[in-house]
């Protein structure tokens, strides 16, 4: 299992990034999968989830109305679009998928500028 993430960045309040995380090494439409982040001197917290298939997501109350999460079982992708975005935002996100155990991305920087 290998999951890849991408399109981290710097980006000023009130703007927008999309993640991209890559599944590969496992049956990826099965899985549910997650979005996690890490902010300095802080715990690991999730962001965001979806089911298989796509049909239920979960989204913490932080991020709730701001952040979109999808997925693309063909491309074995999935993004997390983030909009109006906060300095609170600034974090490592990780990609996570649990498959017989946990699977982590080495995570994508994201820093949001006030």
């Known amino acids: 299992v290998q999951l890849v993430e991408s399109g981290g960045g710097l980006a000023r309040a009130g703007g927008s990034l999309l993640l991209t995380c890559e599944g590969s090494g496992y049956s990826f439409r099965t899985y549910m999968m997650r979005w996690y982040r890490q902010a300095p001197g802080k715990e690991r917290e999730l962001v965001a989830g979806?089911?298989?298939?796509?049909?239920?997501?979960y989204y913490a109350d932080s991020v709730k109305g701001r952040f979109r999460i999808s997925r693309d079982d063909d491309r074995k992708t999935m993004t997390l679009r983030m909009t109006s975005l906060k300095p609170e935002d600034t974090a490592v996100y990780y990609c996570?998928?649990?498959?017989?155990?946990?699977?982590w991305g080495r995570g994508t920087q994201v820093t949001v500028s006030s």
């Open positions: 996570y998928v649990y498959v017989r155990r946990d699977y």
């Open positions: 979806i089911s298989s298939g796509g049909d239920a997501t």
